[in-house]
């Protein structure tokens, strides 16, 4: 199975609403942690990251949540707009031997919003 | 402008004929990455090169093969033992240990259909 999974496949919310995306990940040596969006035909586009010093990180509407605790890693997405319309993707980062970041990435969410 | 760029979009080959995608970045990143992406499914990592003249196998190398002589540079052969080549493939580049952020860049994918 993967490592790095999704609680829900698909979210409908309506726009304004707001989204959070959940994702759990196993790999306990796992410290860098990174929210991609892709849209449809497209490559995925970094959203925002968290170390795993962090519990909490913030950008322009969204904000990423880091529980180490329980493996668990959520993206919140204030006032949804139709152009957030897409799949989410987060990914889990562990050192490759040369010291590269290897991730891995989870199934990804399709967020649907709704005008 | 700055980017990761793969030729071509669309890619249509016969069944038992080798493959090369091309992926050329010049964001002078050390660290670059092809991943095979299948519909409803997240990304799964077929190789990566953290530096030039080197390069690793991720976690579905069989049926590929990569070389990294310049550092903008990443070629992708899909060989003829790859026994299900139809998918879409994502070249992504970072600062790898030479950077302080870790993000992938990634590029605008090449969908490859082997009939």
């Known amino acids: 199975g993967e490592s790095v999974g999704l609680h829900l496949p698909t979210l409908s919310v309506q726009e304004g609403d707001n989204s959070i995306i959940n994702c759990a990940y196993s790999n306990s040596a796992s410290d860098y942690f990174i929210w991609y969006k892709q849209e449809s035909g497209k490559g995925p586009q970094f959203i925002i990251d968290?170390?795993?010093?962090?519990d909490k990180r913030q950008g322009q509407r969204v904000t990423v949540l880091l529980n180490k605790t329980v493996k668990h890693l959520s993206l919140q997405i204030a006032a949804t707009q139709p152009g957030d319309s897409a799949v989410y993707f987060c990914a889990e980062n562990t050192h490759a031997s040369g010291g590269s970041y290897i991730p891995t990435f989870g199934r990804g969410t399709s967020l649907i919003v709704h005008p | 402008d700055g980017g990761i760029t793969q030729s071509p979009k669309y890619l249509f080959r016969k069944e038992g004929q080798n493959v090369t995608l091309s992926c050329e970045q010049n964001?002078?990143?050390?660290?670059m990455y092809w991943y095979r992406q299948d519909p409803g499914q997240g990304l799964r990592l077929i190789y990566y090169s953290q530096i030039v003249n080197d390069f690793q196998k991720g976690d579905i190398a069989e049926g590929y093969s990569v070389s990294r002589e310049k550092k903008e540079s990443f070629p992708l052969t899909v060989t003829s033992a790859q026994k299900n080549p139809t998918a879409f493939y994502l070249c992504a580049s970072s600062m790898g240990l030479a950077g302080t952020s870790y993000e992938q860049y990634f590029g605008p994918g090449t969908r490859l259909t082997v009939t």
């Open positions: 968290i170390r795993s010093n962090m």
């Open positions: 964001l002078n990143h050390d660290a």
